[in-house]
């Protein structure tokens, strides 16, 4: 199996799935701009950085020439590649994954593939639930049913991943699991105790003190003050809880005030790399991510569950469903609902689920589901064709 994947640049979450597909076919990894750490900044973290993990190392990969003026991965033009299709022409691929259609990159690679006949996957985490305009729906409605199945097969990454497929009529035969994951070995191995006792001296945490962890952009969709706003309702029901933040941006000053204002001790860690994150979540003892409809899945949810430590989410984020809603790893809350917030985050510190069951639910959103999928989706379409030709 011949395998090419068009996405937009190297990601930290994509490169171990890469690395685990490049074990189980001929893997390319055609990447359609190379971000800058600039580019980081302007994605809503606040600083300027580089990833101190290796995203390239143990696949085949190849730039594209990124003709946009000026790049960039911000609008639908911003990454334009017309060389994708020679690349696709020359490379005798068995099948293409591309990584959505946001991008003019991914429809010059759909329908250059159509051109030479070659089967076309798409996997994302696109959902209903994402606020949208009405004018934008109605033209969904129409266009859509017939647009998506220009995609061969589809992987959905989640429940509401899979919704949003069956909403447009994609046929269910076509539709494949690879699901929103994380390298949960690599969190397990690094969120020790020796982390946890380590990170909570730094920051003069005792460790009987309980820890509300908000990881990633402080920014507004994200909700971040509704976590020091549920702490200070806990304080004043008089459990002794603190907050960590591991996340830079806009809202950084505001939660600041905001916790001094309620009495919340806060920990803020600023921007914390790839490297730094296992040590975060192996200090506190629940992740809050209280975001609205724009959170599409929150990898950090996959993240923490990965380090044993459990969730708590709002009903809007994405992975919801998936992660939370069983309550067995975490608790699910109404968007916006700071007092309900304060109530799961309550529940899971005074209830804790075991060690065992969140390990569980973990390892069904796992590295190895996700290439499961891209793997029996691929070999689909290919025997597919095969029966086409004959």
Request: hydrophobic fraction near 45%; aromatic fraction near 8%.
């Amino acid at each position: 199996m011949r395998l090419a994947v068009l996405t937009s640049h190297p990601i930290q979450y994509q490169a171990p799935i890469f690395r685990a597909l490049a074990q189980r076919c001929d893997l390319t990894v055609f990447f359609a701009h190379s971000a800058t750490s600039a580019d980081q900044a302007a994605a809503g973290f606040g600083v300027t950085f580089n990833w101190d993990v290796d995203l390239l190392a143990g696949y085949k990969h190849v730039f594209l020439r990124n003709v946009a003026t000026p790049p960039g991965l911000d609008r639908f033009s911003g990454c334009d590649t017309p060389e994708i299709g020679s690349r696709l022409r020359e490379g005798n691929f068995d099948a293409l994954l591309v990584a959505g259609w946001h991008l003019k990159t991914f429809i010059q690679a759909l329908a250059a593939a159509k051109r030479i006949g070659l089967p076309a996957l798409v996997r994302g985490d696109s959902q209903l639930e994402t606020p949208r305009s009405f004018w934008k729906r109605g033209v969904k409605t129409v266009a859509y049913p017939v647009f998506l199945r220009l995609f061969d097969a589809a992987l959905y990454v989640g429940e509401r991943s899979r919704a949003y497929w069956e909403h447009y009529g994609y046929p269910r035969q076509r539709m494949f699991f690879s699901p929103h994951c994380v390298d949960n070995d690599w969190f397990a191995a690094r969120a020790t105790k020796e982390a946890r006792a380590a990170l909570r001296a730094r920051l003069s945490v005792s460790e009987e003190a309980k820890v509300i962890l908000f990881a990633g952009k402080l920014v507004p969709f994200k909700r971040p003050l509704d976590v020091i706003d549920a702490a200070g309702l806990m304080r004043r029901d008089g459990l002794s809880v603190e907050v960590m933040v591991a996340g830079s941006g806009a809202l950084a000053d505001e939660m600041t005030n905001a916790a001094a204002a309620a009495g919340v001790p806060l920990h803020h860690l600023g921007f914390c790399n790839q490297t730094e994150m296992p040590a975060a979540y192996a200090a506190s003892d629940v992740l809050a991510l209280p975001s609205d409809g724009r959170e599409t899945w929150g990898l950090v949810a996959n993240e923490a569950l990965a380090a044993g430590r459990p969730i708590a989410l709002s009903d809007a984020v994405g992975s919801a469903p998936d992660l939370a809603s069983d309550g067995r790893a975490g608790r699910v809350f109404p968007v916006g609902n700071v007092e309900a917030l304060a109530e799961a985050l309550a529940n899971v510190i005074g209830s804790p689920p075991s060690a065992a069951t969140i390990a569980a639910k973990s390892a069904r959103y796992s590295i190895g589901a996700a290439v499961d999928g891209i793997m029996d989706a691929a070999a689909s379409v290919r025997s597919r064709g095969r029966m086409v030709a004959l």
